[in-house]
């Protein structure tokens, strides 16, 4: 199994920015697309973005974009999530995701989750 953790959420200050990393176990050849997933209390989880195993195609939720920018790094097994001009609405766990076929927007596309990472935006 591959495991995925998440680390680099905080608090901040409205309009701040924070960068988020997922580190997985091993290298996971098998899984083309990676994502990040976000839940706020009394919310279901919501895709947020995606990127491809070649970083050639990035996917974006219409609440994020051009404000979030997805990226990763294969060789250290890593993703990343640059989160910048934040608002409260951006407040919720984050979690990332990896694997599967599918929607990619669709949590049910994934194989492995990470525990999450609170992101906490104040006004």
């Known amino acids: 199994q591959v495991q995925l953790v998440e680390s680099g959420g905080g608090l901040v200050q409205a309009g701040g920015s924070l960068r988020l990393s997922c580190a997985a176990s091993?290298?996971?050849?098998?899984?083309?697309?990676m994502a990040w997933f976000r839940q706020a209390p009394g919310k279901e989880r919501e895709f947020v973005a995606a990127?491809?195993?070649?970083?050639?195609?990035?996917y974006y939720a219409d609440s994020v974009k051009g404000r979030f920018t997805i990226s990763r790094d294969n060789a250290k097994n890593m993703m990343y999530l640059q989160m910048d001009t934040l608002n409260p609405e951006d407040t919720a766990v984050y979690y990332c995701?990896?694997?599967?076929?599918?929607?990619?927007?669709?949590?049910?596309?994934?194989?492995?989750w990470g525990q999450g990472t609170q992101v906490t935006v104040s006004s």
């Open positions: 995701a990896a694997g599967g076929t599918g929607v990619l927007y669709k949590p049910q596309m994934y194989n492995y």
């Open positions: 091993r290298r996971t050849f098998s899984t083309s697309y």
């Open positions: 990127i491809s195993w070649s970083a050639s195609s990035t």
